[in-house]
């Protein structure tokens, strides 16, 4: 690696499946000419552009911000959620960590409870039913208040911030060994039960919030801590310590 | 879809499995100690050992000793089956961070076998094996202690039990500090310390059986 751009010529090998239903493939390709200030999304770009002209099917992937906030951008590279750098999403990861010659293996997330769509694409609304069975504060707040009415102390103000800065990328469901959704269940819990307005509900938040994760056909955590070490955002373990103790709260009150 | 309660959960299972495991870890502390008296002697091993048995308060702690045992293998399996099926289609390549995965982590369920065939053996060997008879100050008891030497006798045997003892160093070396995490206790500067403690703790009980084991072969 070294700061002078260079270009690169990759061997590909990227899964191809047209849609649910079928078996899928992996499929390999050569890209030469790449740049290494250019993103990882930019070279599957400059695959697509090649693949276009030839007439054949682009490889489908999502994306959407290209800056690491909107958690779109899912793909296993070389066996690692979003890649082989700690902290980024694969929009954020430069083929200045690659070298000439590589062969780059590109794999969708494999979790039951994300089915492939098509190529790279996996359907992530799983998350978003995680969120709707409670992961919201429906009590009523009334009128916005003098900001120093609710005291938040200083370390539970940091961790709601913290944990919420999740972006629901998914990567923790594809690192884990098991798929389980508990990192980013756990964050969407604390990011609302560290604070004074989300502690009201947060008794039946964690009742129906894993509920609902249960049923997905997300798996357990056994504590690996490869969700941890996989999260862009660095969400830790403390977030699932903090749900564990919040649901068997919610159940000992009979929620 | 069958009720969603504390026992059907994901966490409520985990929890069970740690609480019950966490006793367990107990009774792997209490049994070794116990083994320790192999170094005293012969006479304080079997007086130790007819001290147990004569007490009718081990009835009582066999069957607690039992229920957890079962208690924490049925919900194990269950996770473990739950956590296989979530993952569906295996990916191609898994590298692993190197901040997560251990081998005691990743081998949780096989070091698990291994400890249950070991116990079912353990138990048809010692607790239901060749009664031996010796007298200490003037009482007649069972002499478990010629039994054990003459178990530890077969290098093979030796081999087998060192064998099964890192297996169950591995799992309570992962499995006392998940259990923590599980039961929702993680602070930032406590948590390493524990992890620290329970690796510590896995290595010495996997020491300290396996030594017992390597001693009373020496003694033959
Ligand atoms: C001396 C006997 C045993 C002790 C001291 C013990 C201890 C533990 C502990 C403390 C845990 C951690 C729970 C957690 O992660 O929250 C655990 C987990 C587990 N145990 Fe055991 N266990 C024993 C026997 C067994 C047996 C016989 C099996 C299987 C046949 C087994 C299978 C498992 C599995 C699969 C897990 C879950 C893995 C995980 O959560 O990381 N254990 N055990
Ligand atoms: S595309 Fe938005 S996080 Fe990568």
């Known amino acids: ?255 | 879809m069958p009720s969603h309660n504390y026992f059907t959960s994901s966490i409520g299972k985990k929890q069970i499995t740690a609480i019950t495991g966490l006793g367990l870890v107990g009774f792997t502390a209490a049994h070794l100690a116990g083994n320790l008296l192999i170094l005293v002697g012969a006479d304080a091993f079997n007086a130790y050992g007819h001290g147990l048995i004569s007490n009718p308060l081990i009835y009582v702690a066999e069957a607690i000793l039992l229920a957890m045992f079962v208690t924490h293998i049925v919900m194990a399996a269950l996770v473990t089956i739950q956590n296989t099926a979530a993952r569906g289609k295996r990916y191609y390549i898994k590298n692993r961070s190197g901040h997560g995965e251990t081998i005691a982590s990743m081998t949780m369920p096989y070091t698990g076998i291994i400890m249950l065939v070991f116990i079912i053996l353990h138990l048809i060997n010692f607790k239901y094996g060749a009664h031996y008879e010796t007298t200490v100050d003037g009482v007649v008891m069972r002499d478990l202690f010629k039994l054990v030497v003459e178990y530890f006798s077969n290098p093979l045997y030796v081999a087998w039990y060192v064998f099964a003892m890192i297996a169950l160093g591995l799992h309570v070396g992962h499995g006392l500090q998940s259990s923590l995490q599980t039961w929702g206790l993680n602070h930032p500067s406590y948590t390493p310390k524990v992890k620290m403690i329970s690796v510590a703790y896995g290595v010495l009980v996997a020491i300290g059986y396996s030594g017992l084991a390597v001693y009373c072969y020496f003694l033959n």
């Not at chain 1, 082989?84 to 694969?90: E, G, H």
């Not at chain 1, 609710?150 to 972006?167: G, Q, W, Y």
């Not at chain 1, 923790?172 to 502690?199: H, I, R, Y």
């Open chain 1, 1 to 255: 690696m070294s700061n002078v751009e260079q270009m690169l010529t990759l061997n590909l090998k990227i899964w191809r499946q047209d849609d649910r239903n079928d078996k899928g493939r992996f499929v390999d390709y050569k890209l030469e000419e790449v740049s290494t200030d250019s993103s990882f999304l930019e070279m599957i770009d400059m695959l697509n552009d090649e693949l276009v002209k030839e007439g054949k099917d682009p490889v489908s992937f999502d994306h959407d911000c290209r800056e690491g906030i909107c958690g779109s951008c899912a793909m296993m590279v070389n066996g690692q959620a979003h890649g082989p750098n700690a902290l980024t999403t694969t929009c954020q990861l430069h083929m200045r960590s690659f070298s000439d010659g590589d062969t780059i293996v590109i794999e969708p997330w494999r979790s039951r409870a994300f089915p492939v769509l098509k190529d790279l694409r996996t359907d992530r609304s799983a998350f978003d039913k995680i969120i709707a069975a409670g992961g919201f504060i429906s009590v009523n707040t009334g009128n916005a208040q003098d900001a120093n009415n609710l005291p938040v102390n200083k370390e539970n103000a940091d961790r709601a911030m913290d944990a919420a800065s999740c972006i629901g990328c998914g990567a923790c469901v594809a690192a884990c060994p098991n798929a389980s959704a508990m990192l980013f269940t756990a964050a969407k819990m604390s990011q609302l039960a560290l604070l004074p307005q989300g502690e009201v509900e947060a008794a039946e938040r964690a009742s129906n919030m894993v509920r609902e994760m249960d049923e997905l056909g997300f798996g357990n955590c056994t504590n690996h801590a490869e969700c941890e070490a996989a999260c862009p955002k660095g969400i830790d373990l403390r977030n699932i310590a903090h749900m564990n103790r919040e649901f068997l709260k919610s159940k000992v009150s009979g929620k």
